[in-house]
Structures are given as C-alpha cells and as structure tokens.
Nanobody
Framework: QVQLVESGGGLVQPGGSLTLSCACS???????LAWYRQAAGKERELVAA???????NYADSVKGRFTISRDYPKNILYLQMNSLKPEDTAVYYC?????????WGQGTQVTVSS
C-alpha cells in the first residue's frame, strides 16, 4: 500500500514559479515516480518522470522550465516549475506503480493567471 499526498499548488502569475511536493508513505528508493496533470476538459498527461536509477524525462511542453527531483530521506518527490504559462493551469498528480498496483495522489491545483 502506498499513499501519495501532493501539496504546493496555488495561483501564480505568468512567468512565476511554484514547487510542488508529493509525500510518499513508504521509501521511494526503489520507485519510479512521475508527475501528471489534467487541465479542465482535457485528458491527463505525463509532465515529468524519474526512474529509480535517476533518469528523467519531460513532456516537450515543459522541457527547460520544469525540474523533477526527489529527496530520499524525506521520501518526497518534487516538481520545480519556472516560467509558468497560462496553459500550465491544471490539477497536478503524482503517481507510482508498485507490485503492479497503480497509485495516485489526490492532486493539487495550479492556476496561472494574471
């Protein structure tokens, strides 16, 4: 059983920054982890992922602006978001798969607007 709890969302102006956190109820040392987002009326999409070995990949739309990272002792996944755009507005979710079970957090709202 894995519980994921996101935090850090909010309202930010275009060009601003936010850092999202995802606290995991167990050790993240052996987990592949990812951030997804879902905008209103759109399908959920992958934003960024990090493997247990540390490899990362990003959606083209966020490359160079977002950074995924993790803190092992604290078992927290982060998403640093810079140069935010209105089209980044969405609910952001963290996700992991363990023993073939798919775990998602409850999501945190990010709104980019002036």
């Amino acid at each position: 059983q894995v519980q994921l709890v996101e935090s850090g969302g909010g309202l930010v102006q275009p060009g601003g920054s936010l850092t999202l956190s995802c606290a995991c109820s167990r050790s993240i040392f052996s987990l592949n982890l990812a951030w997804y987002r879902q905008a209103a009326g759109k399908e959920r999409e992958l934003v960024a992922a990090i493997t247990r070995g540390g490899s990362t990949n990003y959606a083209d739309s966020v490359k160079g602006r977002f950074t995924i990272s993790r803190d092992y002792p604290k078992n927290i996944l982060y998403l640093q978001m810079n140069s935010l755009k209105p089209e980044d507005t969405a609910v952001y979710y963290c996700r992991t798969v363990l023993n073939e079970y798919d775990y998602w957090g409850q999501g945190t709202q990010v709104t980019v607007s002036s």
